[in-house]
């Protein structure tokens, strides 16, 4: 699962700059081979392209990105609903 770097803090935080933080920690095609067969890459979006994911991991067979997006709002309130008590 990858996080989005918020680049708006960037200049607040203890990381490289965009490019080290790309070269060091961006999921490319040869880092997703080191994972198990049958992996799935998720991301909460929004996406930064070429820099938290490569565009082609992002646009791949494990990539399930656009699901989760889609659905992220649906799951959290009925998470919160759950959470609140109520039957």
């Keep these: 699962?990858?996080?989005r770097l918020q680049r708006e803090r960037l200049g607040q935080a203890l990381?490289?700059?965009i490019r080290e933080y790309a070269t060091?920690?961006?999921l490319t095609s040869?880092?997703?081979k080191l994972?198990?067969?049958?992996a799935i890459?998720?991301?909460p979006g929004p996406l930064n392209r070429g820099i938290e994911i490569s565009p082609?991991?992002?646009?791949?067979?494990s990539a399930v990105i656009l699901d989760q997006v889609t659905n992220g709002v649906s799951?959290?309130?009925?998470?919160?609903?759950l959470l609140s008590g109520a039957a």
Aim: net charge positive; glycine share 4%; aromatic share 6%.
């Design 24 to 26: 060091l920690f961006c």
């Design 75 to 81: 799951v959290r309130m009925a998470l919160m609903y």
């Design 1 to 3: 699962m990858m996080l």
């Design 35 to 38: 994972a198990k067969p049958g």
């Design 56 to 61: 082609a991991v992002a646009d791949s067979q």
């Design 15 to 17: 990381l490289p700059s």
């Design 30 to 32: 040869e880092r997703l």
């Design 41 to 43: 890459v998720m991301h």
